[in-house]
Nanobody, 128 residues
Framework: DVQLVESGGGSVQAGGSLRLSCAVS????????LAWFRQVPGQGREGLAV????????YKEESMRGRFTISQDNARSMLYLQMDSLKPEDTAMYYC??????????????????????WGQGTQVTVS
């Protein structure tokens, strides 16, 4: 089974940066999508970015691509989310998630969190 463990959250001032990490184990080789979601208390999960095995990435909004960057290492043992120019509205719990079958990971997945079968425990990001 896939296991995901996030780290790197914390408190930062507006305009600052954070790099979230997610340790990944048990992901099938050459397939599957990895993604970052976030959630504010009382609201549903919001998909941010998704990346395929070949490194192709997609973002919920193209405007996010400039502030958020999703990446992974070659072995897909680590997933990252570089967040720059942070805003108070970015305050949320951030989760990494895994989908096991797809070769192409489109933006639509960021609106379909039920396709992801494994989730990390989350890491809190607070921007003031």
């Amino acid at each position: 089974d896939v296991q995901l463990v996030e780290s790197g959250g914390g408190s930062v001032q507006a305009g600052g940066s954070l790099r979230l990490s997610c340790a990944v184990s048990g992901l099938p080789e050459k397939s599957g999508c990895l993604a970052w979601f976030r959630q504010v208390p009382g609201q549903g999960r919001e998909g941010l970015a998704v990346i395929a095995n070949d490194g192709t990435s997609n973002y919920k909004e193209e405007s996010m691509r400039g502030r958020f960057t999703i990446s992974q290492d070659n072995a897909r043992s680590m997933l990252y989310l570089q967040m720059d120019s942070l805003k108070p509205e970015d305050t949320a719990m951030y989760y990494c998630a895994a989908e096991r079958y797809l070769l192409r990971c489109g933006t639509w997945l960021l609106y379909a969190d039920t396709h992801f079968y494994a989730w990390g425990q989350g890491t809190q990001v607070t921007v003031s």
